[in-house]
């Protein structure tokens, strides 16, 4: 598995990793979640004590929040592993779980962080012996045919020294891995629906 080096912070690895699972276990997935009811996409600054609003105008979608019980998380957890190996990044835990549908045309979400907190910002806000997210996962569940618009993407430097956004080859069973403190945003849906799973990976408070 490739770790690439992307702009932000010391130590912000990700790695793309195709063919993770195959389009009919991607279906096992969405087949799994199709008779739990979504709920509106809210964002939330997790292990900070002000509340945060959600408006449409930042976050549009729909989630299913909770614990990875779906089928074929081993074969993702695997490669997880493999990335937290390779990076050193502790996690302890089962990883938090997100099952996102893009549906309604103009759903998206903004650039953002999955934690706002890194090894170089203020922790005050963290209880003591509170984990934090740590390492983000976006896995691919839709047929890049089924839908327009509705891209990952993250902020990279091109040749010339300007600062962009890249987009991810978003093949069903693809994986995203990266961490959690590290800017992306997901674009307008333009038509179709797009399916995801993000996880996110637990752990102390970056030293």
């Not at 002000?50 to 979608?61: C, E, N, S, Y």
């Not at 903004?110 to 003591?128: C, G, I, M, V, Y």
């Not at 891209?151 to 430097?157: C, S, Y």
Request: net charge positive; with cysteine.
């Amino acid at each position: 598995m490739a770790i690439v080096r992307l702009l932000g912070q010391p130590n912000t690895r990700s790695s793309f990793v195709d063919g993770v699972l195959t389009s009919e276990q991607c279906k096992d997935i969405i087949d799994h979640y199709a008779n739990i009811s979504p709920t509106p996409a809210k964002t939330q600054q997790y292990g900070i004590s002000q509340p945060v609003t959600t408006t449409l105008k930042h976050r549009k979608g729909e989630v299913v929040l909770g614990s990875p019980n779906f089928p074929h998380f081993d074969t993702i957890n695997k490669h997880v592993a493999e990335y937290l190996m390779l990076t050193g990044i502790a996690v302890r835990g089962k990883p938090q779980s997100q099952y996102t549908i893009y549906r309604t045309s103009g759903d998206h979400f903004q650039s953002h962080k999955d934690e706002p907190l890194d090894n170089h910002q203020d922790t005050r806000f963290f209880k003591s012996g509170q984990d934090m997210r740590k390492v983000s996962v976006s896995l691919h569940l839709s047929d890049p045919n089924d839908y327009t618009g509705s891209k990952l993407q993250f902020p990279i430097v091109t040749a010339a020294g300007e600062k962009v956004w890249s987009s991810y080859n978003q093949t069903a069973g693809s994986m995203v891995i990266f961490p959690s403190y590290w800017n992306h945003r997901v674009t307008a849906l333009e038509s179709g629906t797009r399916y995801s799973m993000v996880l996110w990976y637990m752990g102390k408070l970056w030293s």
